[in-house]
């Protein structure tokens, strides 16, 4: 997959206010959700992670608006903070799935630390489980899986999920992320047997 700019026809001095049209917002989101989610149809992984070489790439921004896309577009997307989905890898899908919140009527759900929080205490006694399971289980009930991870420079969620996941969406920053560091971080994920399947300049 080729690399992908959010803002590759637009002037990055107009980005950071949002000055655009709202269907050419739309249509440039539209464009790198196709390209990130253009996969082989026998591949057994359909979630997508998004982190970042650096902090304050502005990961959860990309990650949202790709969601939030996917569900106007009247796809059942799930959003899910990586950590959060880590600390309830013990937990069977069913009880997660269930934990999982629904954003008014749209097609778009959550799963965050407000949602998993609870659910440590109370399910704290069950056997454990693997990430790969969970992460399989939620992909039969949601066709679109994205996961929000940290920088990889502030932790190592990005790595432990890097296999479990189809594959890894960069995010980069203008004026932020070197081009070291973004080789830095594909040879990382790379390592750890995650697959890199391209990068986003996110010029907000």
Not at 98 to 118: I, N
């Amino acid at each position: 997959m080729k690399v992908t700019a959010i803002a590759e026809e637009y002037s990055p001095d107009l980005l950071p206010t949002l000055h655009l049209p709202r269907a050419k917002i739309r249509s440039c989101l539209s464009r790198l959700i196709a390209e990130v989610f253009e996969r082989s149809e026998d591949d057994s992984k359909a979630g997508v992670m998004l982190t970042s070489p650096v902090r304050e790439a502005g990961v959860s921004f990309i990650c949202s608006s790709m969601a939030a896309e996917l569900a106007l577009q009247g796809l059942k997307v799930l959003l899910v903070d990586a950590r959060a989905l880590l600390s309830v890898r013990f937990i069977s899908v069913e009880r997660v799935a269930g934990l999982c919140r629904r954003m008014g009527s749209s097609q778009l759900w959550v799963l965050g630390a407000g949602e998993t929080s609870k659910a440590n205490r109370a399910f704290k006694d069950e056997i454990p489980g693997s990430i790969e399971t969970l992460l399989r289980g939620l992909e039969r009930e949601f066709p679109y899986l994205l996961v929000d991870a940290p920088a990889l420079s502030v932790g190592n969620d990005a790595n432990l999920l890097a296999t479990q996941v189809y594959g890894t969406l960069l995010v980069v920053r203008n004026g932020q992320t070197s081009k070291v560091d973004l080789q830095k971080a594909q040879s990382t994920l790379t390592s750890f047997g995650g697959r890199v399947i391209g990068s986003v300049f996110n010029a907000h």
